[in-house]
């Protein structure tokens, strides 16, 4: 199962709506383990880890065991079930991670394989299964993506200088570390005034990991994005999503969407900006799982308020910047952390910086819901 859920995070913010399963088709002997086939969800979602692990065992699956990382589906979508091609492999044995909480599946992929005497075991590595699926659990639990965000901050506590682009808090290590990130989200989201000063691209740029750079998506209520902006003239190689409100003009709405972003217009809330919860629940409805938010401070402060963020990277890096400096948080890093039910869980160190990981550990307990309980 170690071994599944390695291969199920290789499809990572690769399989657009559909769930990065990884699948191991084994047999036990005498004389040890065999591994006969290895899959994971392909990109854009198809084929399932367990198709792609059965075509590589071909006969031998007969009489075997499936070790996969989500309880197989049972339902018809855009291919049949992954249940019934274990039936028609005459697996033996299905050993699950986790339980599938869509309601299309919910434990008939399991009652499936047992009416026709398959054994059947589940919660094995559940723990671990529970994070890595994380994404399409939130979204079909909650209705909304799972919400990593991630802010590098300075020794004094600052993100940059005000109105002055891509100010360097931290170095290579952590860039390349970002990239890693991005390349496991399906989305990344930024909000406008970082669009503004940054002008960045949002792509992932290391070696081997070029196809992989996620949708990129603005939180822009007035449609400020300018037209010859990167992520603009990009748009239709690398997909741009706009939330914007009714303030945008319609000749430059119209000139954006012929640029090839895709444009989601909000009644604007309160303060005049796009309503978050909204924006996240449209964004599930757009298959997004995970949704990385590189935050300015702005960004980052509006989502703790809501208590939205479910993980947060924050990159400490080894220098400083000045006292006029743009503050990262309002408040303390523990005291921000905390009031938005967060708690710091590992660190890591980056070359001359290091990254702290904190979690939201009700978010964990959201995403929880046993169809066969």
């Known amino acids: 199962m170690a071994l599944a859920l390695r291969l199920g995070r290789r499809g990572q913010g690769n399989t657009?709506?559909?769930?990065?399963?990884?699948?191991?088709?084994?047999?036990?002997?005498?004389?040890?383990?065999?591994?006969?086939?290895?899959?994971?969800t392909q990109a854009g979602g198809r084929p399932h880890a367990e198709r792609v692990a059965l075509a590589e065992a071909g006969h031998a699956a007969q009489g075997a065991t499936a070790y996969v990382t989500l309880e197989p589906c049972s339902h018809h979508g855009k291919s049949p079930p992954c249940a019934s091609a274990l039936i028609e492999a005459g697996i033996a044995r299905v050993v699950a991670a986790?339980?599938?909480?869509?309601?299309?599946?919910?434990?008939?992929?399991?009652?499936?394989?047992?009416?026709?005497?398959?054994?059947?075991?589940?919660?094995?590595?559940?723990?671990?299964?529970?994070?890595?699926?994380?994404?399409?659990?939130?979204?079909?639990?909650?209705?909304?993506p799972w919400v990593q965000a991630k802010m590098a901050v300075s020794q004094d506590g600052k993100i940059g200088l005000t109105n002055v682009a891509n100010h360097p808090i931290t170095g290579k290590v952590a860039k390349n570390k970002t990239y890693a990130l991005r390349a496991q989200a399906d989305a990344i989201l930024i909000g406008?005034?970082?669009?503004?000063?940054?002008?960045?691209?949002?792509?992932?740029?290391?070696?081997?990991?070029?196809?992989?750079?996620?949708?990129?998506?603005?939180?822009?209520?007035a449609g400020s994005l300018a037209l010859d902006s990167q992520?603009?003239?990009?748009?239709?190689?690398?997909p741009v999503w706009l939330?914007?409100?009714?303030?945008?003009?319609?000749?430059?709405?119209?000139?954006?969407?012929?640029?090839?972003?895709?444009?989601?217009?909000?009644?604007?809330?309160?303060t005049g900006h796009v309503p978050l919860h909204e924006a996240l629940e449209t964004l599930a409805g757009q298959g997004i799982n995970t949704l990385f938010a590189e935050c300015g401070a702005?960004?980052?402060?509006?989502?703790?308020?809501?208590?939205?963020?479910?993980?947060?990277?924050?990159?400490?890096?080894?220098?400083?910047?000045?006292?006029?400096?743009i503050?990262?948080?309002?408040?303390?890093?523990?005291?921000?952390?905390?009031?938005?039910?967060?708690?710091?869980?590992?660190q890591e160190s980056l070359g001359k910086d290091h990254m702290e990981v904190y979690i939201r550990p009700q978010s964990l307990t959201e995403l929880y819901e046993d169809p066969t309980e």
């Open 16 to 40: 657009a709506e559909n769930p990065a399963v990884g699948c191991v088709i084994a047999r036990h002997g005498s004389d040890g383990t065999t591994i006969l086939g290895r899959g994971w």
């Open 98 to 144: 986790h339980p599938d909480p869509d309601p299309r599946v919910a434990g008939r992929g399991f009652s499936m394989l047992q009416r026709v005497g398959i054994k059947t075991q589940c919660g094995l590595l559940e723990h671990r299964a529970h994070r890595d699926l994380s994404g399409f659990l939130s979204r079909t639990v909650r209705g909304r």
């Open 192 to 221: 406008s005034h970082t669009a503004l000063i940054d002008d960045p691209s949002l792509t992932v740029r290391s070696a081997g990991l070029e196809g992989r750079s996620p949708i990129r998506v603005i939180l822009d209520s």
């Open 231 to 238: 992520l603009v003239k990009s748009a239709h190689k690398v």
């Open 243 to 270: 939330l914007t409100t009714g303030r945008i003009a319609t000749e430059k709405a119209l000139l954006l969407e012929e640029a090839g972003c895709r444009l989601f217009l909000f009644k604007a809330d309160e």
């Open 298 to 325: 702005a960004l980052a402060q509006a989502l703790l308020s809501a208590k939205l963020i479910d993980e947060f990277f924050l990159y400490r890096g080894a220098g400083t910047v000045s006292p006029e400096g």
């Open 327 to 346: 503050p990262a948080f309002k408040q303390s890093v523990s005291d921000s952390m905390q009031q938005a039910g967060l708690t710091r869980e590992r």
